[in-house]
Antibody, heavy 123, light 107 residues
């Protein structure tokens, strides 16, 4: 069974940093691209970023709203995905989801999502 | 960036109704369109990819169609468990973008 479990969400002050983790199980993590998607309270979904697999040099893509402040990384040996968030702003307050990308048909859509972790940026 | 526009933003329907939600892209995205279902307080669930392909384990009462800029999600016979918010998403180009959502409520 595919499982994605996020952790690390917390209350942080504006300008602060936070690192989110996503623990994956039930599939060959290293094969898949992985994504982060967020949802501000009462709002819709916003894609944050993607990291490709080793075969594609672990390259990354980001939304303009987080580029230069957030970094997506992964540790295939630990089946883990990370989101390093720096220079946090109040508008980064959201539930952050990790999502697995399919590897059967390109380009890759999402198939499984984690349960999310809440990040609150407030003074 | 590609803008995704869903309509309606909300709808009221009865159990057993056939429901159709539309999604329009601001430029052509071939068929690189996905649909997701989200219930209150829960993570999104993937329903459809490539505009019309059902994700594994998803009920066949859900169907998708379209290509280019215009897409639809249809629920053939609405059941109580289908009351939720539905989002479309393009993955043709970065940044991936979502529609604003369609909330399906009980009439």
């Amino acid at each position: 069974e595919v499982q994605l479990v996020e952790s690390g969400g917390d209350l942080v002050q504006p300008g602060g940093s936070l690192r989110l983790s996503c623990a994956a199980s039930g599939f060959t993590f290293s094969d898949h691209y992985m994504d982060w998607v967020r949802q501000a309270p009462g709002k819709g979904l916003e894609w944050v970023g993607r990291i490709r697999n080793k075969a594609n040099s672990y390259t990354t893509e980001y939304a303009a709203s987080v580029k230069g402040r957030f970094t997506v990384s992964r540790d295939d040996s630990k089946n883990s995905l990370f989101l390093q968030m720096n220079s946090l702003k109040t508008e980064d307050t959201a539930v952050y989801y990790c999502a697995r990308s399919m590897i059967t048909v390109t380009p890759y859509s999402f198939d499984y999502w984690g349960q999310g972790t809440l990040v609150t940026v407030s003074s | 960036d590609i803008q995704m526009t869903q309509s309606p933003s909300s709808l009221s329907a009865s159990v057993g109704d056939r429901v159709t939600i539309t999604c329009r892209a601001s430029q052509g995205i071939t068929n690189y369109l996905a649909w997701f279902q989200q219930k209150p307080g829960k993570a999104p669930k993937s329903l459809i990819y490539a505009a019309s392909s059902l994700q594994s384990g998803v009920s066949s009462k859900f169907s998708g169609s379209g290509s280019g800029t215009d897409f639809t999600l249809t629920i053939s016979s609405l059941q109580p468990e289908d009351f939720a918010t539905y989002y479309c998403q393009q993955y043709n180009s970065y940044p991936f973008t979502f529609g604003g959502g369609t909330k399906v409520e009980i009439k």
